[in-house]
C-alpha cells in the first residue's frame, strides 16, 4: 500500500501569508496527486489535480508542484475563506489520503 | 448543477447491518464511476469502495473486505453501500464521491455532503 504523509499537522498564519504544505509518498506515484479542502461539516472539495492542474473555479492563489514522491501546495497570499484542513491525495495505485494540514489563524 | 445527496446513516448496534443510498443528479451518472469515502470523528479520509461507471470492475478497501458491498442501480442513478457485520471503527460520516475521469484521471471531482453512521451499543 502507499502511505502519504504531509507536514505539518497544524500550520498557524495570517491572512496574507504564503502558506506551503509538504506531501510525501511512500513510493513514487509519478504525478497522480489532487489536493482537498475541507471546512468543518462540510464534504472536501477538489483543489488541485494531476499534481499542478487547478480545478476549475478554483482561486489562482493555489498552486500545486513535484512529482515522484514529493509534492507541494501552496497558498500564495491566504485569505479568510482559507482556513481549512488540507487533505493531499494519491491515486496511483488505488487511492490513498494523507493525515490532513489544518491551516488556523495565527 | 452535479448533486449527490447520500442518505441511510444512523446508530446501529455492533455486528448489525445499514443501507446506504447515494442520488446522484445533474450529469450522467452511468457514464460516471463512483467511490464511497468515509472519516472517522475527528480524523482523516479513508477511501472505502469503487464500482465503475458499468458496475463491471469495484474494489474495496482491506478494512472493509468481505463486510461491505458496494452496487448501483444506473437507471435510478443511485449508489448505494450495503455494511454488514458492523464495528464500532466503522463509525464515520460516509461520502458517495465522483471520479472525475478524463485528464484529471481518478482523483473524486464532486462529493456529496456525508451520511453519518454510529455503530454502538
Known amino acids: 500500500d502507499i502511505q502519504m504523509t504531509q507536514s505539518p499537522s497544524t500550520l498557524s498564519a495570517s491572512v496574507g501569508d504564503r502558506v506551503t504544505i509538504t506531501c510525501r509518498a511512500s513510493?513514487?506515484?509519478?504525478?497522480?496527486l489532487a489536493w482537498y479542502q475541507q471546512k468543518p461539516g462540510k464534504a472536501p472539495k477538489l483543489l488541485i489535480y494531476k499534481a499542478s492542474s487547478l480545478e476549475s473555479g478554483v482561486p489562482s492563489r493555489f498552486s500545486g508542484s513535484g512529482s515522484g514522491t514529493e509534492f507541494t501546495l501552496t497558498i500564495s497570499s491566504l485569505q479568510p475563506d482559507d482556513f481549512a484542513t488540507y487533505y493531499c491525495?494519491?491515486?496511483?495505485?488505488?487511492?490513498?489520503f494523507g493525515q490532513g494540514t489544518k491551516v488556523e489563524i495565527k | 448543477e452535479v448533486q449527490l445527496v447520500e442518505s441511510g446513516g444512523g446508530l446501529v448496534q455492533p455486528g448489525g447491518s445499514l443501507r446506504l443510498s447515494c442520488a446522484a443528479s445533474g450529469f450522467t451518472f452511468s457514464s460516471y464511476t463512483m467511490n464511497w469515502v468515509r472519516q472517522a470523528p475527528g480524523k482523516g479520509l479513508e477511501w472505502v469502495s469503487y464500482i465503475r461507471s458499468s458496475g463491471s470492475t469495484i474494489y474495496y478497501a482491506d478494512s472493509v473486505k468481505g463486510r461491505f458491498t458496494i452496487s448501483r442501480d444506473n437507471a435510478k442513478n443511485s449508489l448505494y453501500l450495503q455494511m454488514n457485520s458492523l464495528r464500532a471503527e466503522d463509525t464515520a460520516v460516509y461520502y458517495c464521491?465522483?471520479?472525475?475521469?478524463?485528464?484529471?484521471?481518478?482523483?473524486?471531482?464532486?462529493w456529496g455532503q456525508g451520511t453519518l453512521v454510529t455503530v454502538s451499543s
Open positions: 464521491a465522483r471520479e472525475g475521469g478524463g485528464v484529471a484521471g481518478t482523483c473524486f471531482d464532486y
Open positions: 513510493q513514487s506515484i509519478s504525478s497522480w
Open positions: 491525495q494519491q491515486y496511483n495505485s488505488f487511492w490513498t
